[in-house]
């Protein structure tokens, strides 16, 4: 078993949208969490930290579960730009471990 | 600075050569990260180093030679590669190993031919 797991995707979305990623992970001693983003043939980047008490930033959500070890990206009001891989992060005190990712396409 | 940068952008070397990435971050980080990363697929972990000092190499063969010459700098030699070496090479820095999210730099794409 991956010790994180992704929606598997694509998601294809009009623009506007409202779009929700999942991610789960194995590991119970794993201590924070982080959703990034990558654009095609570009590096991952930090999109946002996250925290048992869910945390947001304008358009996107995010939410952790440490109970089900579960954790939650929600885009409202989706845009062109938004466009990108959407990659799940786990650091488990070691590492950092890496969903397999969950592409996103916003369509005009 | 906020920026991790890598040298080169771009690197085709052939299976005999011999070549060296370089990494460098002037955040004061003190925990340095080498990443591979194939097409669709997400960076996997080569190597780990904290304060200077290498502590987790993820089973990469020898041909991968990292180094860490001071806190700010990271290198990774590359001898006798293979074709399915090629693949996206990334370097990442946190303020310390451990809870702390990772900033990347832009990667070195690597050829192998």
């Known amino acids: 078993r991956k010790e994180v797991e992704q929606d598997p995707g694509p998601f294809n979305v009009p623009e506007g949208a409202t779009v929700a990623f999942n991610c789960t992970y194995s590991?119970?001693?794993?201590?924070?969490f982080f959703w990034y983003r990558q654009d095609c043939r570009k590096e991952p980047k930090l999109l946002m930290s996250?925290?048992?008490s869910g945390n947001e930033d304008g358009r996107f959500t995010a939410q952790l579960n440490r109970a089900s070890q579960y954790i939650s990206l929600l885009i409202r009001d989706s845009k062109l730009s938004d466009s990108a891989t959407y990659l799940c992060?786990?650091?488990?005190?070691?590492?950092?471990?890496f969903g397999a990712g969950t592409r996103l396409t916003v369509k005009p | 600075d906020t920026e991790v940068t890598q040298t080169p952008k771009h690197l085709v070397m052939g299976m005999t050569n011999k070549k060296s990435l370089k990494c460098e971050q002037h955040?004061?980080?003190?925990?340095m990260y080498w990443y591979k990363q194939k097409a669709k697929k997400p960076p996997e972990l080569m190597f780990v180093?904290?304060?200077?000092?290498?502590?987790i190499n993820e089973s990469v063969p020898s041909r991968f030679s990292p180094e860490c010459p001071n806190s700010s700098l990271l290198n990774l030699h590359l001898h006798a590669l293979q074709p399915e070496d090629s693949a996206l090479y990334l370097c990442?820095?946190?303020?310390?190993?451990?809870?702390?999210?990772?900033?990347f730099g832009s990667g070195t794409r690597l050829t192998v031919v």
């Open positions: 990442a820095s946190s303020q310390e190993t451990g809870s702390y999210g990772y900033t």
């Open positions: 180093y904290s304060y200077e000092k290498l502590s």
């Open positions: 955040m004061g980080h003190r925990a």
């Open positions: 590991n119970s001693a794993s201590q924070s």
């Open positions: 996250v925290y048992s």
């Open positions: 992060v786990v650091n488990n005190l070691r590492d950092m471990r």
